[in-house]
Every structure is written in structure tokens, then in C-alpha cells.
């Protein structure tokens, strides 16, 4: 099932996507799914990010090719960093460019949502805890990163966290899972999941040894290889095998 989160007609609300419509929801699907019956049609909505969450956990160099890419060796932990919640937004927003950045560079990542609170689950409970899956943009200023030596302020900037379209609560090739970035519909990132360091069995339960983790919370699994800069006016898309795609400008 895709689930998506909307403005219709100034209220908030969330629904299932089936091709061109929207069945909407009484209730947020994080309690139960529930419909109340009002159909729409897709393009009568406005796309939200499909979940406010509390934090966004990333995943640093999870993809072997990326970790290769920066000279840097696998590591034998996870290295993880949070985006703030006011970083996120939803399919169609705009990257806002800061005027005190060189370099801003976009991040496809498939991106998991948390179902029900968890804190130091076991690798072999930790999927039940997983809501679905969606696309994420880490968006990065890239200049910041190396001079601050670490990473709160490059991936922290307003409108840093472009997250959707979509949650799809039941991907089907997790563990073989095509990740694309386009810029301005030119394929720069084309990874695969198979390319992981750590498992996402092993990143919920890790993280969730670390923090307690809420529903709606999210965790950014990492970036393949391909990185690199945007520029103001450019259109950047994270595709996501299963789930669709996340399309952003940059202002
Ligand atoms: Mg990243």
C-alpha cells in the first residue's frame, strides 16, 4: 500500500495512493487504517512529506561505492547524525539554496519509517517495527561539512530534508532495491541496496540501542556513489524502486 500524506482544501490528511485517486483516512495510519470513505483525485492534492517525525536519523557511507568514492574505509560501526525536523519537506518543495554555501549537494536515500516505538530492539525484531518505506534527499552543504569537521550545521539548513513522495508499507526487493538521483532528468546516482555495509535489521536495532524511536520517526539509510553539486534552478528527483519519485527545485 503507498501512502500518502496531503493539503486538501487547507486540512491535513493522509490516504492511499491507487493510481490516480486517493482513498482517504479518518485517522493517522500510525494509530490504524481506517477510511472515511472521500475519494479524490491525485492531482487535486497537495503532496506532503508522508510523515512529521520527531527525528530523522542518517546513515553515514553506507554503500561501499559511496565509502570508496570519499577515501574512506568501511567502518566497523554505523556513523549516524539526525536532520532536524524543521529541515523536512514534502514532493514539489524547495530546496531553499543558503547564500553562505559554496557547495550543496543532493543525497538519494531510501529512507524507513518507524510503526511503533522501539528502544534496544533485537535485529531479529527490529523490521516489526518498521512502518514502510520512503524516498529522502540529504541534502548537503558540502563546503560545511570538511570545515566544521563534523556535520550538524552542513545537513541542518532549512528545507535540507526533501522526503516522499510516498510510503510504501510493503517494499518488496528491500535487500535489492534500485536508489536514482536525477539532475534536471540527467541519471547521476544509480545504486543498489545489495551495495549496503550494515543491513537495516541491524541499523534499527543499533539506533534504537542509542534513542528510543517514535512512529513516524525516520531512518536515512546512506547514499550511493554519484554525489555531487546543485545549483539554484536545477530540478533534483530521488527515484526509489517501488516507491516513485521524489521531485525537488533549488531556489
Ligand atoms: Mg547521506
Known sequence: ????????????????????????????????????????????????????????VCVGLNYRGHARELGMADFSEPVIFLKPQSSVIGPGAVIKYPSSVSRLDYEAELALVIGKTCS????????????????LNDVTARCIQSRDGQWTRAKSFDTFCPIGPCIETNL?????CRIKLYLNSRLKQDGCTSDFVFAIRYLVSFISRVMTLYPGDIISTGTPQGVGPMQRG???EVSIEGIGRLKNTVV
Open 234 to 236: 536545477d530540478t533534483v
Open 120 to 135: 534496544a530492539v533485537s535485529e531479529e525484531a527490529a523490521l516489526e517495527h518498521i512502518f514502510g518505506y520512503t524516498g
Open 172 to 176: 518488496k526487493k528491500i535487500t535489492n
Open 1 to 56: 500500500m503507498k501512502i500518502i500524506r496531503f493539503k486538501y482544501q487547507k486540512k491535513i490528511s493522509w490516504g492511499e495512493l491507487r493510481k490516480n485517486d486517493v482513498y482517504c483516512f479518518s485517522m493517522s495510519p500510525f494509530k490504524s487504517i481506517n477510511y472515511s470513505g472521500l475519494k479524490l483525485k491525485q492531482v487535486d492534492v497537495q503532496f506532503l512529506a508522508p510523515v512529521n517525525p520527531s527525528k530523522v
